[in-house]
């Protein structure tokens, strides 16, 4: 009766100990509190657009009307390297932070063992054992939760990383597709420009053989048709560039064999921007850095907690006999219980140097998350300016394309009526192609602005689900 008074004490000064445990500091709030207040001030509404308020839309990818660019972004995600890296640094937290975990509940272990011996020359003896042995540290300081909760906040910014990670993986994919595309349709207007001045070269030449143009007109045509075609090797030159970083992203041979459409998709209607805080809760590389932050107050609380003594619960039960049947009998089974305490006294200056390091990796996670936050709100002005800029640089250059084109089809007859010169015609051509490549440049620009700002609002698309 006296040893189960004694055990029933043991387990209840061990259950009050553990009760202290339940008073782990919180500190998911502390640390988003110290993160924000590290931020600028922020404004209502983004200055760029005044008046794109509203929630950010799902699904941009979409928005293109294009098939093959959702069918290329999820062939990115299932092939790119660096996604799988990061994917495999998901599974990795995710087993550490299980790894932690195991520390808060007890460990029981099972041991068996057996021995034979005696004397050389002399009978011979058998000896087997069983045992079965749990310990717990009571957690009185947190140490063990802190550490726990510390690895589960590196699992959360490990997924928040890879889902960054598809984001920007998606959005290089857009972009590139959309360069390759212009990239074609630049090669198609240098091949107009060769061959309008080829045919010109070949009315002149054919004038100059009848007497009514000179060597000088001559001349000029000829070099007018090789610097065109030095442009068009260069552009053809660019496009399968264009190919290969592509390809590159999709996780295929860089062989510039890929085809892409023959025209660039609509702009897209811009999307609804949100307030500029809400991009600190929805952009992923931001949740990333603010779980960081989270992890780095727990391990400095882990930091803290080292330095105090320890509490610890074990207990055994075994038993020992020289048949394997009689190993389990009551009679020769053995059970102990101890609570013991380790209290560091003289570690050099370990312990606080540790919490040194943890309260300095603190400051550099607050100090990250709030260069991270300050950039994103930087990223999403520019690309609201650079929409509305866009938009007008657009106008503009529609309005100069039609012009020139308007001027060449004039100066053409007049140049057929002998009432204009042939430099006029070629640099009025000239810039009706230059007109309309600056024109499909900006309109390529347009398509990655959309992607650019649905990427720093933290914007998602349909197909993209994380694993």
Same mark, same amino acid.
């Given at each position: 009766m006296k040893q189960k008074i004694q055990f029933a004490a043991t387990v209840l000064v061990t259950a009050f100990i553990s009760a202290c445990a339940n008073n782990v500091a919180v500190v998911s709030e502390e640390s988003i509190a110290e993160a924000r207040s590290s931020l600028p001030e922020t404004k209502i509404t983004w200055n760029a657009v005044q008046d794109a308020v509203g929630e950010v839309e799902v699904g941009w990818i979409s928005k293109f009307n294009d098939p093959v660019l959702g069918s290329l972004v999820l062939e990115a995600q299932t092939n790119n390297k660096d996604l799988q890296a990061s994917a495999a640094g998901v599974d990795e937290a995710r087993a550490l932070a299980k790894q932690a975990g195991a520390a808060v509940t007890p460990s029981v272990n099972l041991s068996a063992g057996g021995q034979r011996g005696g004397a050389v020359e002399g009978s011979a003896a058998t000896g087997l054992n069983v045992g079965l042995e749990a #310990?717990?540290?009571?957690? /009185?300081w947190g140490r063990v939760r802190?550490?726990?909760?510390?690895?589960?906040? #590196?699992?959360?910014?490990?997924?928040a990383d890879y889902r960054y990670a598809q984001h920007s993986i998606a959005g290089a994919v857009a972009k590139s597709y959309l360069v390759a595309?212009?990239?074609? *349709?630049?090669?198609? /207007?240098?091949?107009?420009?060769?061959?309008?001045?080829?045919?010109?070269?070949?009315?002149?030449?054919l004038q100059a053989d009848n007497g009514l143009a000179s060597g000088q007109d001559v001349a000029l045509a000829?070099?007018? *048709?090789?610097?065109?075609?030095?442009?068009? $090797?260069?552009?053809?030159?660019?496009?399968?560039?264009?190919?290969?970083?592509?390809?590159? *992203?999709?996780?295929?041979?860089p062989g510039a064999d890929l085809? $892409?459409?023959?025209?660039?998709?609509?702009?897209?209607?811009?999307?609804?921007?949100? /307030?500029?805080?809400?991009?600190?809760?929805r952009r992923p590389d931001l949740v990333a850095s603010e779980r960081r932050i989270a992890a780095a107050f727990n391990s400095t609380n882990v930091a803290r907690a080292a330095r105090l003594p320890r509490f610890?619960?074990?207990?055994?039960?075994?038993? #020992?006999?020289?048949?394997?049947?009689?190993?389990?009998? %009551?009679?020769? !089974?053995?059970?102990?219980?101890?609570?013991? !305490?380790?209290? %560091?006294l003289i570690d050099g200056g370990l312990g606080k140097a540790q919490v040194e390091q943890a309260t300095a990796q603190q400051k550099q996670a607050i100090a990250a998350y709030a260069s991270a936050a300050t950039s994103a709100f930087g990223e999403v002005e520019t690309a609201l300016d650079q929409g509305v800029t866009l938009a007008k640089r657009r106008g503009a250059l529609e309005e100069a394309y039609r012009e020139a084109q308007e001027a060449l089809r004039i100066a053409d007859l007049r140049f057929?009526?002998?009432?204009?010169?042939?430099?006029?015609?070629?640099?009025?051509?000239?810039? /009706?192609f230059g007109s309309e490549s600056n024109l499909l440049s900006v309109q390529r620009s347009q398509l990655t602005q959309f992607v650019d700002i649905n990427l720093a609002l933290g914007g998602d698309w349909d197909d993209a689900e994380l694993n």
């Open positions: #310990s717990w540290e009571a957690d /009185v802190s550490g726990n909760q510390a690895a589960l906040e #590196s699992f959360e910014a490990a997924k595309i212009e990239a074609q *349709l630049q090669v198609d /207007v240098t091949d107009k420009v060769v061959a309008a001045l080829t045919e010109l070269h070949r009315i002149v030449k000829r070099s007018d *048709l090789a610097s065109a075609t030095d442009s068009q $090797v260069s552009a053809k030159s660019g496009q399968r560039d264009a190919l290969r970083a592509l390809e590159l *992203l999709l996780g295929r041979y085809e $892409v459409r023959e025209s660039l998709p609509d702009t897209p209607a811009p999307p609804s921007a949100g /307030v500029p805080s809400e991009i600190l809760e610890g619960l074990s207990a055994n039960l075994g038993g #020992s006999s020289q048949d394997l049947s009689d190993v389990l009998n %009551p009679a020769n !089974l053995a059970w102990s219980v101890a609570t013991n !305490l380790l209290a %560091p057929k009526e002998g009432e204009s010169d042939l430099l006029s015609v070629l640099q009025i051509q000239q810039r /009706v």
